[in-house]
């Protein structure tokens, strides 16, 4: 088990450069899989980056080149920096370990102003 809390998210106007992080309730060296997902109104949920355990990295097209996802194990900590934001990232965010049938935290709203 793993629980999961993320912080960071709020009212940002668009261009802004917010840092969302999740805190892992132990560690997270042996989590091979996290992610970050959102999910706007209406919409289903989705990918939004993950990175594994040896730092690979894989994020959704519409992010790529301005969002990071990183992980700090010594801190069970993972993080997004999210770069140029724009008003269609208005999302809950939600932080995923271990794959998205396993554990997830409950989500931290990002609202970006034109």
């Known amino acids: 088990q793993v629980q999961l809390v993320e912080s960071g998210g709020g009212l940002v106007q668009a261009g802004g450069s917010p840092r969302l992080s999740c805190a892992a309730s132990?560690?997270?060296?042996?989590?091979?899989?996290m992610g970050w997902y959102r999910q706007a109104p209406g919409k289903q949920r989705e990918l939004v980056a993950t990175?594994?355990?040896?730092?690979?990295?894989n994020y959704a097209d519409s992010v790529k080149g301005r969002f990071t996802i990183s992980r700090d194990n010594a801190k069970n900590t993972l993080y997004l920096q999210m770069n140029s934001l724009k008003p269609e990232d208005t999302a809950i965010y939600y932080c995923?370990?271990?794959?998205?049938?396993?554990?997830w935290g409950q989500g931290t709203q990002v609202t970006v102003s034109s």
């Open positions: 990175i594994t355990s040896g730092r690979n990295t």
């Open positions: 132990r560690s997270i060296v042996r989590i091979y899989a």
């Open positions: 995923n370990a271990g794959g998205y049938n396993s554990y």
